[in-house]
Nanobody, 117 residues
Framework: QVQLVESGGGLVQIGGSLRLSCAASGFVFSTNAMGWYRQAPGRQRELVASISEAGVRKYADPVKGRFTISRDNAKTTVYLQMNSLKPEDTAVYYC???????????WGQGTQVTVSS
């Protein structure tokens, strides 16, 4: 059974940092591209960052220079380091594996990130 468990969210001040973790199981982690998505109330879920099985990283324009995605294949975990946080970053953050740039759709509970104003 595929499981994706997000953690690390919380309440943070503007300009602060958080590190999100996504623990994966139930599939061959090392051969899958992974992505972080976020969804704010009333808005579409959007891809924030992705990392391929070869380690190629891509970022959405609003987070470029502020967020860093990484993966640890030994721990089957993908991370999202979030710096210089802004109120617009407030959302529930989810991880998923990607196929041709699209999520597979095994959405978990996500982790809430709230950036104070």
């Amino acid at each position: 059974q595929v499981q994706l468990v997000e953690s690390g969210g919380g309440l943070v001040q503007i300009g602060g940092s958080l590190r999100l973790s996504c623990a994966a199981s139930g599939f061959v982690f090392s051969t899958n591209a992974m992505g972080w998505y976020r969804q704010a109330p009333g808005r579409q879920r959007e891809l924030v960052a992705s990392i391929s099985e070869a380690g190629v990283r891509k970022y959405a324009d609003p987070v470029k220079g502020r967020f860093t995605i990484s993966r640890d294949n030994a721990k089957t975990t993908v991370y999202l380091q979030m710096n210089s946080l802004k109120p617009e970053d407030t959302a529930v953050y989810y991880c998923d594996r990607l196929r041709a740039g699209s999520p597979v759709g095994n959405w978990g509970q996500g982790t809430q990130v709230t950036v104070s104003s």
